[in-house]
């Protein structure tokens, strides 16, 4: 039939996709480079300080020598963020510099530096001020803040002041809770109950002498 004819002819042939192309390898099965093939790089490996310290010993304390100068300040006694910031502005370093790659003569001035501290600050930033025996204002770190600690409380205690019965006691001493918190020694509960079942046989042992 001629209407068939025309609806054949008029049929669009099916479109072929071709097939994709695998790239080439070469002998042995490896594959061209980036760098063959005009791409990025590798980026070249880095190379680390040789003269880096793991370990370093920084007024009579071990700091990591992978941390930032400026955490591994805070690692001594004494000295907090604020002061390791005033230190590290004080002496111009880098504070995010590993501590590692400090020389030695670097962190001996940051040790120099430090131990003169309440020199080159404000009063309201060192944390010995008016020091009862000579009436100074220092800034201790380390084992010194350990021993002026200690000098105090034992002074507290000599004197028999509040704080000082406080410290001997094992209480709190800043006016903290004790009814609930801090509590040493037996429970409060288990007193209670003991005192009452003294009580109780102290009240029929007195019946029995009345009767």
Request: hydrophobic content about 30%; glycine content about 8%; charged content about 30%.
């Amino acid at each position: 039939m001629p209407g068939k004819k025309e609806a054949e002819s008029t049929e669009a042939p099916p479109a072929t996709t071709p097939a994709p192309s695998t790239p080439k390898q070469k002998k042995g099965g490896e594959k061209k480079g980036k760098s063959e093939s005009g791409g990025a790089k590798p980026a070249p490996v880095k190379v680390e300080n040789p003269n880096f310290r793991h370990i370093v010993r920084f007024a009579n304390t071990d700091l990591s020598g992978q941390r930032p100068m400026l955490m591994a300040l805070s690692d001594v006694k004494g000295v907090g963020r604020r002061v390791a910031e005033t230190v590290a502005h004080l002496s111009g370093m880098d504070p995010r510099k590993r501590m590692g790659d400090y020389s030695e003569a670097e962190t001996e001035s940051l040790e120099e530096l430090l131990l003169a501290f309440n020199e080159k600050v404000p009063n309201w930033l060192i944390n010995h001020r008016l020091d009862r025996s000579n009436g100074d204002n220092r800034h201790y770190v380390s084992a010194e803040l350990d021993t002026a600690v200690r000098d105090d409380v034992n002074l507290m205690r000599m004197i028999r002041c509040y704080r000082g019965i406080r410290h001997e006691r094992g209480q709190k001493v800043r006016g903290q809770r004790t009814r609930s918190n801090g509590r040493t020694g037996m429970a409060a509960g288990v007193m209670k109950k003991s005192l009452q079942e003294a009580a109780k046989a102290a009240k029929s042992s007195d019946k029995e002498k009345k009767a």
